[in-house]
């Protein structure tokens, strides 16, 4: 389980941790203090050896269109005050002590560097001919407990995205991440693969159980084609069964959050904004649900908000559990930066109790 963040020129953030992380991390603030990309640069991380891991960065804001030129636009917006001189670091330490490095730099010229490893390309449909112009690169290397293991280049030619690597292993990829943004439902092709997983491997029953809380008529879900394309359907007892997407957004948002836990061991289940389209009257049972599932599959769970209701739910969940695996912290911008301080369940309770504004 990861323990701490660090983040340096990473968007907003410049020389920053987020520490005593546990189980379940809360992560409140005002707008704009950063709470996503602190789920971002987690997934940033973890998905490194993914050819549309820069623009995952979009797509996760649901950012429909971008540029793309050979002078580090793509991913100029990740480097804090869109400065590409700047280097960004981003650490994760876990329970172990065990410490994973990952650094980013802008390189004007990366022509040899590229050429010398296009055939270990990732994606090798997207590497292009590299002998003419300069090519600029968002140039990473990584490192575990101080030990180098490898290197990516992402890089722009002809309008096209390409990742190049070096000597990275699947073996160190020691998290999976799955990141659930604000407005994600059980429709999309990723969540269709894994719940379709998890139908075959029979491992549907606990998502079923949960599901209930927000429809106590649900008996099963199933994926059925519709127009050539998945769909999830659902039977309620009815004469038939019919689509999730007419049993409103809150179902399809709390269904993608338990796909995401379920079909993953031993890794972060990043969520944004996770009380979208869900009734606060439920929220306690939905962070039992969200606590019991990451146990059961040994996932630690980072969550953004700024839901007093969905805070008072967390909050009778920890008092009515005595669960002591729950961590709140509130972001804060001040004038010598973002500024982290954490609550742990008890200090949440006592600030809940005396209406103090946390979020």
Known sequence: ??????????????????????????????????????????????????????????????????????????WQMIFNDYDLTKKITIKITDSNGNEEVATYNHLDKANNEIISIQNQSVNSSNIVSTSSADISS?????????????????????????????????????????????????TNKEDMDRLGKLIVNRRIEDIIASLQIIEPKLKSINIIPEANMPTVYCDTGLSRQYPLYH????????????????????????????????????????????????????NQIFVTTHNHDLLKGLNTFCQESKDSSVEFIRIDETKSGLVAKNYDSEMLSAAMDRQWEIR
């Open 247 to 298: 049993m409103g957004e809150g179902i399809s948002k709390f269904l993608s959050i338990l796909i995401s836990i379920c079909s993953v061991q031993n890794g972060l289940v990043c969520i944004d904004e996770l009380e979208n389209g869900i009734h606060y009257s439920l929220f306690p049972k939905v962070w039992g649900i969200i606590d019991k599932l990451a146990k059961d599959n040994n």
């Open 1 to 74: 389980m990861i323990e701490s963040i660090y983040l340096d020129n990473y968007k907003k953030f410049v020389d920053f941790e987020l520490n005593n992380l546990k189980t379940i991390n809360v992560i409140s603030g005002s707008n704009n203090t950063g709470k996503t990309s602190i789920l971002e640069a987690l997934f940033f991380l973890c998905d490194r050896l993914s050819p549309d891991n820069m623009l995952r960065q979009y797509t996760i804001r649901n950012v429909k269109s971008y540029t793309i030129n050979s002078q580090g636009q793509m």
């Open 138 to 186: 968002l140039h990473s290397e990584f490192e575990i407990n101080k030990k180098k293991c490898g290197d990516t280049y992402f890089y722009i030619r002809d309008n096209k995205l390409a990742l190049s690597h070096k000597d990275l292993k699947l073996s160190d990829l020691t998290k999976v991440a799955i990141f659930v943004n604000s407005t994600s439902n059980a």
